[in-house]
C-alpha cells in the first residue's frame, strides 16, 4: 500500500521534471536566436501553477494542478499582463476552484476544453481585449 508520504513526493518529483522539462526547449530556442533577433520564448507568460482541490459528492477528495501560459504577441499589452499577472493569478484559481466544485468530480476525467474557455473568458474580461491567448500545459489530478 502506497502512503500518502509517498505519493506527495511522488508528485512532488513529477511537477519537478515536467519543469525542467518544458523550460528546456524554451532555453535552447532562446539560444538558438540570435542577438538581433526576438525569440519566440519573449511571446509567453508564465502563470505560476495552479493548485484546486477536488470534490467527490460534496467532500474534499483530491487536488488538481493546472501549469499555463500567457501568449501574447504584441508587446505593449505583454508588459500590461505582466502587470496584471497577480490579479490573473487569482482570478484562474477563482475560476478554477469554482468549476472544480460545481462541474469537475475527482473519479472523472476533467474536461480541459472546458477549463481553458472559462481561463481564456476569464483573461479577456480582466486584459479588457481578446489578444491574449491561454495556452494549458498541463492538468494532474491526485487522488486521495
Known amino acids: 500500500m502506497i502512503t500518502s508520504t509517498f505519493r506527495r513526493v511522488f508528485s512532488t518529483a513529477v511537477l519537478v521534471i515536467f519543469a525542467i522539462t ?9 539560444e538558438a536566436t540570435g542577438e538581433g533577433k526576438k525569440s519566440g520564448r519573449e511571446q509567453y ?3 505560476p501553477p ?3 482541490p477536488m470534490y467527490h459528492k460534496g467532500r474534499i ?3 488538481m494542478t493546472v501549469t499555463l ?5 504584441d508587446e505593449e499589452k505583454r508588459d500590461l499582463a ?5 490579479r490573473l493569478g487569482s482570478a484562474y484559481v477563482m475560476e478554477a476552484n469554482r468549476l472544480s466544485h460545481d462541474y469537475f468530480d475527482v473519479m472523472r476525467p476533467v474536461n480541459v476544453a472546458m477549463l481553458g474557455d472559462a ?11 481578446k489578444d491574449a491567448r491561454v495556452l494549458i500545459a498541463s492538468v494532474i489530478v ?3
Do not use: D, F
Open 22 to 30: 518544458i523550460s528546456g526547449p524554451l532555453q535552447a530556442s532562446e
Open 45 to 47: 507568460i508564465v502563470v
Open 50 to 52: 495552479l493548485a484546486v
Open 61 to 63: 477528495r483530491g487536488n
Open 69 to 73: 501560459l500567457v501568449k501574447l504577441v
Open 82 to 86: 505582466r502587470k496584471y499577472l497577480p
Open 119 to 129: 481561463l481564456q473568458k476569464v483573461t479577456n474580461r480582466l486584459l479588457g481585449h
Open 142 to 144: 491526485n487522488k486521495r
